[in-house]
């Protein structure tokens, strides 16, 4: 079975500040990786996948993640943060051998502060 | 049209009542998909269809009815729902069956409080 853990429940950082959201996976066969953002009252919008091939990946809205396979993570990070960044975000894994259904992670609250 | 609409985008209905969700993109994708998500939790798969079939069911209770009349079209019929089915019922789509190369195109959803 696969899981996806998000040990951060809430991140506060001030605005224009980096931020790192991390996100490890366990899975005994391999993954399709997510991240999703949530914003209030609305559904996902996806923010960047991993496929195959390099393992930084570059998504929407200036974030990108990194793909370390020994230590199974897809960490997202973004060099200068917004207000507006502020929103839920769920990392989610898919099996590539039957990709049907994502496993999200429990969702970390990105707070960005003036 | 890169959308996924949902519709209604709240619902109010009593224990007694029947309702339905709908759901409609017109991106030609042939799969289809309804997850409900409850306060401050991920989401979790309901339903899967593809090419207007029901491929999978999450084992969900047969009060929640799922329907997909055509290929741009799915439905979630409600009936004798409990108080805590009340969520956030998220609808999305792919081209094909799978998150695969594309990943998933979700709705902004309906949020559902029974009473």
């Known amino acids: 079975a696969q899981s996806v853990t998000q040990l951060d429940s809430q991140v506060p950082v001030f605005e224009e500040a980096p931020v790192e959201l991390r996100c490890n996976y366990s899975?005994?066969?391999?993954?399709?990786l997510f991240w999703y953002v949530q914003y209030p009252n609305q559904g996902l919008q996806l923010l960047l996948k991993?496929?195959?091939?390099?393992?930084l990946v570059k998504g929407i809205n200036g974030f990108e993640a990194e793909f370390n396979k020994s230590q199974t993570s897809f960490h997202l990070r973004k060099p200068s943060v917004h207000i507006s960044d502020t929103a839920e975000y769920f990392c989610?894994?898919?099996?590539?051998?039957?990709?049907?259904?994502?496993?999200f992670g429990s969702g970390t609250r990105l707070l960005v502060r003036p | 049209d890169t959308e996924v609409t949902q519709t209604p985008k709240h619902l109010v209905m009593g224990m007694t009542n029947k309702k339905s969700l709908k759901c409609e993109q017109h991106?030609?994708?042939?799969?289809m998909y309804w997850y409900k998500q409850k306060a401050k939790k991920p989401p979790e798969l309901m339903f899967v269809?593809?090419?207007?079939?029901?491929?999978i069911n999450e084992s969900v209770p047969s009060r929640f009815s799922p329907e997909c009349p055509n290929s741009s079209l799915l439905n979630l019929h409600l009936h004798a729902l409990q108080p805590e089915d009340s969520a956030l019922y998220l609808c999305?789509?792919?081209?094909?069956?799978?998150?695969?190369?594309?990943?998933?195109?979700f709705g902004s959803g309906t949020r559902l409080t029974v009473v």
């Open positions: 999305a789509s792919s081209q094909e069956e799978g998150t695969g190369t594309y990943g998933y195109t």
């Open positions: 899975s005994s066969v391999s993954v399709y």
């Open positions: 991993y496929l195959s091939g390099s393992t």
């Open positions: 989610a894994v898919s099996r590539m051998d039957s990709s049907y259904k994502l496993i």
């Open positions: 991106m030609g994708h042939r799969a």
């Open positions: 269809y593809s090419y207007e079939k029901l491929s």
